[in-house]
């Protein structure tokens, strides 16, 4: 558990991919599209659509309250189970922030604890971001130290995305294979379809959608 101001992170782990009894779904998605909606952007109704293509596996969340018992989500993070050929990874899939808590470190701070779980499990992470606010938490995690070394130890720019990754490059030993290993596993990342939309748009194609994370939200 960890306190930040008056917000108390709480973690959970999914089960069987999906969001566990008791976790307020309808709360984590309102907290959601408050975060985002302050941003024009809304997300699909399929991302909480149990088994649909568009909705995650679930293996993390992380969530922030003001107060134990209170139903208000201050912050959250949806961590996803994912594989290529050669890499099991969790994907940070959705990180927010509430607008009424923002600026107090909450983004980075989920982020840098589903980490140090992933790679407890032995699982590398990655994410994306197209938004300039989530790039500069993500640089500053380039260089944070944890007993693992940096919080993310790889990025790479490939289209309209950066895509940051950890556990690559153990105690900081850059290593050729790590490099490819993360090349292999970014280009995935970045082909994820959207599920991160603007609201109330005219037309939105199937290629259109996709999984868009951190990109409305501050630290």
């Known amino acids: 558990m960890y306190k930040k101001s008056d917000v108390t992170l709480y973690h959970y782990r999914g089960v069987n991919g999906w969001y566990p009894k008791g976790i307020g779904l309808n709360y984590l998605s309102d907290s959601l599209k408050v975060a985002f909606g302050t941003e024009g952007k809304t997300v699909v109704p399929e991302f909480f659509t149990r088994g649909h293509a568009l909705a995650p596996r679930v293996s993390i969340i992380e969530i922030g309250k003001d107060f134990p018992d209170s139903n208000d989500i201050a912050s959250g993070l949806i961590g996803d189970e994912r594989q290529t050929l050669h890499l099991p990874f969790t994907y940070i899939n959705k990180a927010w922030v ?65 895509v940051y990754g950890a556990g690559f490059h153990p ?28 609201k109330n748009p005219q037309k939105l194609s199937e290629g259109e959608m996709g999984n868009e994370t951190l990109e409305e939200l501050v630290a």
């Open 171 to 198: 105690l900081g030993q850059k290593t050729i294979r790590g490099r490819d290993i993360f090349l292999e596993g970014a280009s995935v990342v970045a082909s994820f379809p959207k599920t991160i939309v603007p």
């Open 98 to 162: 509430h607008p009424a808590f923002r600026g107090d470190g909450l983004l980075a701070k989920m982020v840098e604890m589903a980490v140090l779980r992933s790679l407890s499990d032995g699982r590398r992470v990655m994410v994306r971001t197209t938004m300039e606010h989530a790039r500069r938490v993500y640089e500053q995690l380039l260089t944070e130290k944890t007993r693992y070394g940096a919080v993310f130890d790889e990025h790479e720019k490939i289209g309209e995305f950066d």
